[in-house]
């Protein structure tokens, strides 16, 4: 079973309502990579997966979160746009877990060729 925490209060969430598309997803990307350096630091875990983020699809979107470690497991959720979380989300293994981020980090490599075989 998984732990959850929300993100430190120290980092600050990517603002989605004053910005535009361009501007939140950059928002988006300095939130991800502040809280990367702070689960890095913090960890025990010395895991590849950690810091690394998932998805999971729920409701009209997504929820996400980032591996603060494995052993035990444990789950930073991504408080983004909408900030769905999963109530599932809890029940998963480390394995589980494991697989989503590399079938996810695959898929996304497969689609980043195609695109570019387009181009």
Request: some cysteine; proline content about 3%; aromatic content about 14%.
């Amino acid at each position: 079973m998984a732990k959850i925490w929300a993100a430190p209060a120290k980092i600050k969430e990517a603002d989605y309502v004053n910005l535009s598309t361009e501007e939140y997803f950059a928002d988006v990307q300095r939130y991800e990579d502040e809280l990367r350096q702070w689960v890095k630091k913090h960890s025990k875990d010395t895991s590849e997966f950690v810091g690394k983020i998932f998805k999971v699809p729920y409701a009209d979107g997504h929820a996400r979160y980032m591996v603060f470690g494995l052993k035990p497991c444990e789950l930073i959720h991504l408080h983004e746009g909408d900030a769905w979380d999963d109530p599932a989300v809890g029940q998963y293994s480390a394995k589980y877990i494991k697989e989503l981020i590399t079938n996810q980090e695959r898929f996304q490599a497969f689609w980043n060729k195609q695109v570019n075989k387009q181009s």
